[in-house]
């Protein structure tokens, strides 16, 4: 089973890969057709998008190759990890806050999710109920505890006795 994230990347990876080979060098030879380069800046714009471009395809393919190794069949099954809905309750303001570990191109701070490797991220990882997770945030340092998971394979175990 693929990661939802390689299916977004490899969409980018390959708009790119059309741009670079295809509509990139019309922009440059549409803006060499007007003369002088060195006061150019059609030119200099199309020159500086194909540096990122090719850029951001050789960032795409190292992190595809990353993300592609990365194994669903490895991920724990009772403790915070890629894809897991964990609830945390602030020890000190006895607040409970939902969020779902994400990889980061996948973070949506709206959603609740949070990435992985961000600070509470990496705390959460591995951690299991009741487990307590202590993070420095822009607040001061604050103490978390995990009163509910839910793991990727309970959530994907729950969509298929739903039917979907």
């Not at 295809?22 to 540096?51: M, T, V």
């Amino acid at each position: 089973m693929d990661l939802p994230v390689l299916a977004r990347l490899k969409k980018e990876l390959a708009e790119l890969k059309h741009e670079i080979t295809f509509r990139l060098p019309k922009e440059l030879e549409a803006a060499r057709a007007h003369g002088d380069l060195s006061e150019n800046a059609e030119y200099e714009a199309a020159k500086a998008r194909q540096d990122y471009v090719r850029s951001r395809i050789a960032q795409l393919e190292g992190r595809i190759r990353e993300l592609s190794m990365y194994n669903i069949a490895s991920i724990p099954h009772d403790g915070v990890a890629y894809g897991s809905r964990v609830t945390v309750e602030d020890v000190e303001a006895g607040e409970s806050t939902i969020y779902e570990i994400v990889f980061p191109e996948e973070v949506d701070a709206a959603k609740g999710q949070i990435s992985l490797s961000s600070p509470l991220g990496r705390a959460l990882m591995n951690k299991r109920v009741g487990d307590e997770v202590e993070v420095h945030t822009p607040r001061g340092k604050r103490s978390y505890q995990i009163v509910e998971l839910v793991t990727l394979h309970d959530l994907q175990t729950a969509r298929g006795s739903s039917g979907r």
